[in-house]
């Protein structure tokens, strides 16, 4: 089955920088891959996704990149702010229905 | 995006009792719903798949006469924790796919005393 690792597990930033989470996976015929956002006691909130088809997508200050060939794809966060703290997850799958959820990572941002 | 509602937040029930959790999707039909196990600091566990008019699919590992899961309607899957005992204790969340994008409740803190 697929295997999907997630670095780092925890990442501290001052408010103003940028955050980089990455993910890898083990099937290439995988081609869905999507980021979730959960905030402590709630629900994972869907933030951004991309597919195999396309190698980079923004939105405001997120965005993912893919390397299909490298079989990684990471999330990236401009001018992070504390309401972005969090748990980051990444997932892959061959569609929605689908998916094997990273590890997670713990992201701070310091005021 | 679309809603998916999952009720209770929280609930603390009695050892040796049972606890249904219900999954609706609120705006849109899901044929399919998917019911995960989070432990604290961890990732996601699927534990099922919940298809709408036919037997849910578990995952290796859980028990189908412990977790019974019921999709009784295309907008609608139930978790029902039988029997539950401390080690049942958990954050139970349920998603349902809606097109392309998958969509999650809120969770259901679950705590067996």
């Known amino acids: 089955g697929e295997n999907v690792e997630q670095h780092p597990s925890t990442l501290s930033v001052q408010e103003g920088d940028s955050a980089v989470i990455k993910c890898t996976y083990s099937d290439s015929a995988s081609n869905y891959f999507p980021w979730y956002k959960q905030e402590l006691g709630k629900g994972p909130q869907l933030i951004i996704d991309?597919?195999?088809?396309?190698g980079e997508k923004k939105d405001q200050r997120i965005a993912v990149t893919l390397n299909k060939t490298a079989k990684h794809f990471s999330l990236h966060i401009t001018e992070t702010q504390p309401e972005d703290s969090a748990v980051y997850f990444c997932a892959v799958g061959g569609s929605a229905r689908q998916l094997t959820f990273g590890s997670g990572t713990q992201l701070t941002v310091l005021p | 995006g679309a809603v998916v509602s999952q009720h209770p937040s929280r609930v603390i029930c009695k050892s040796g009792t049972s606890v249904k959790i219900e999954c609706r999707s609120l705006d849109f039909q899901a044929t399919t719903m998917f019911w995960y196990r989070q432990f604290p600091k961890q990732s996601l566990m699927l534990m099922a798949t919940s298809n709408e008019g036919s037997k849910a699919t578990y995952e290796q590992g859980v028990e189908k006469d412990k977790f019974l899961i019921n999709h009784a309607s295309l907008t609608l899957s139930t978790l029902t924790v039988t029997s539950a005992h401390p080690e049942d204790s958990s954050f139970y969340i349920c998603?349902?796919?809606?097109?392309?994008?998958?969509?999650f409740g809120q969770g259901t803190r679950l705590t067996v005393v």
């Open positions: 991309i597919r195999s088809n396309v």
């Open positions: 998603s349902a796919t809606r097109y392309t994008e998958a969509f």
